[in-house]
């Protein structure tokens, strides 16, 4: 998700392949200057010149693409330092969970 940071006198932009989280981003962005649209992130442009680019909830794992995995992770890197502007930012969020084994409590 390419983004002007949030807050006032930001903006806001972003994209999903999926509807159903595009209308889930929405009310937890009131108040925002927000722009969100539907998109495949392999094929569309991202734009540029974006302060930040946010690369959210583990997406480098959960890319869905027919594209070959390690190629579609490149990709999506290179497009996100495209996006950004020259001294600008990419973040990409990488939750790890682990469930501990029961061996491994005590
Ligand atoms: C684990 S979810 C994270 C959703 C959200 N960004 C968040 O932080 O809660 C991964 C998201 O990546 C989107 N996604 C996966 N491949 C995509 C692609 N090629 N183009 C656009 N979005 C894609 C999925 O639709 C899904 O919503």
Redesign the pocket.
């Known amino acids: 998700?390419p983004c002007r940071w949030q807050g006032p006198g930001h903006e806001v932009t972003?994209?999903?392949?999926?509807e159903?989280?595009l209308l889930?981003?929405r009310p937890k962005a009131q108040g925002l200057s927000l722009r969100v649209y539907?998109?495949?992130?392999?094929?569309?442009g991202w734009g540029e010149g974006f302060d930040l680019v946010v690369?959210?909830?583990?997406?480098l794992?959960?890319?869905?693409?027919q594209m070959d995995y390690k190629a579609?992770q490149a990709l999506?890197v290179q497009k996100a330092a495209k996006a950004r502007r020259r001294a600008g930012t990419s973040i990409w969020?990488l939750t790890c969970t682990q469930t501990p084994r029961p061996s491994s409590i005590a």
Not at 61 to 65: A, L
């Open positions: 998700m972003g994209f999903d392949a999926d159903q989280m889930r981003c539907r998109a495949d992130a392999a094929i569309e690369l959210a909830g583990n997406l794992i959960n890319i869905e693409t579609a999506f969020t």
